[in-house]
């Protein structure tokens, strides 16, 4: 019996690379609004803030917005009541804009692809580190220092500790991964041991044999 395809149906993968480009249209609409402002940084990162500091937090409200069944005017009432007050006329604005064209369900994207389009337009680079232990800031400010080098641009460094690794880095700079971790250094010797030992036996079955008392 075939085993179960556990990869997304190809209907589902299409949605997505549709609402990944539908989400950049709008993230670089947002961009294009922020671009005569002196606190576009300020007004990304509040963009990241509806997202982490209140959706995260009241999953109830993001099902609510999303919602087919609720009439785009009472989004906006309650985006209004929600965010009046507290939020930037900009971000509020555009909010508003996203629920007029039935978009409040991409706001996550949006604002992802958002900040990540503002950091490279300000030459900057997201750069995720994995380590097995805290990182001092002497050895941080020397990491930081190396990545400027390679990348060209000024890397902006998230860090994670993962004792796991054992020692050694794990680096990964958008889809590319510079896996430097002993973890995964003992792990690949280990694959090359039972590769080795495979081999040997498929080609040479007779020195594994022992001759029987």
Do not use: C, W
């Not at 060209?152 to 994670?160: A, I, R």
Request: no cysteine; glycine share 6%; charged share 25%.
């Amino acid at each position: 019996m075939d085993s179960a395809d556990s990869s997304k149906p190809k209907h589902e993968t299409v949605m997505d690379v549709m609402e990944e480009q539908v989400a950049r249209v709008y993230a670089q609409a947002f961009l294009g609004v922020l671009s005569k402002s002196p606190n576009a940084v300020a007004l990304v990162d509040e963009l990241a803030s509806v997202v982490n500091d209140v959706l995260d937090r009241f999953p109830k409200l993001e099902q609510t917005l999303k919602s087919s069944l609720v009439a785009q005017e009472q989004k906006e009432q309650l985006l209004g009541r929600i965010f009046g007050g507290a939020a930037s006329t900009e971000v509020l604005n555009f909010l508003k804009v996203l629920s007029r064209h039935g978009r409040l369900g991409l706001v996550r994207q949006v604002s992802r692809l958002a900040t990540k389009l503002h950091a490279k337009q300000r030459g900057l680079t997201d750069v995720e580190i994995r380590v097995a232990s805290p990182l001092d800031d002497m050895l941080r400010g020397e990491i930081q220092s190396q990545l400027r080098k390679v990348l060209g641009t000024e890397p902006v460094l998230s860090v994670k500790v993962d004792p796991s690794l054992i020692a050694g880095i794990v680096v990964r700079v958008g889809d590319r991964v510079y896996d430097g971790s002993v973890h995964n250094q003992l792990e690949r010797a280990r694959a090359r041991m039972i590769d080795r030992a495979t081999e040997q036996i498929e080609t040479r079955p007779e020195s594994f044999m022992v001759a029987a008392g």
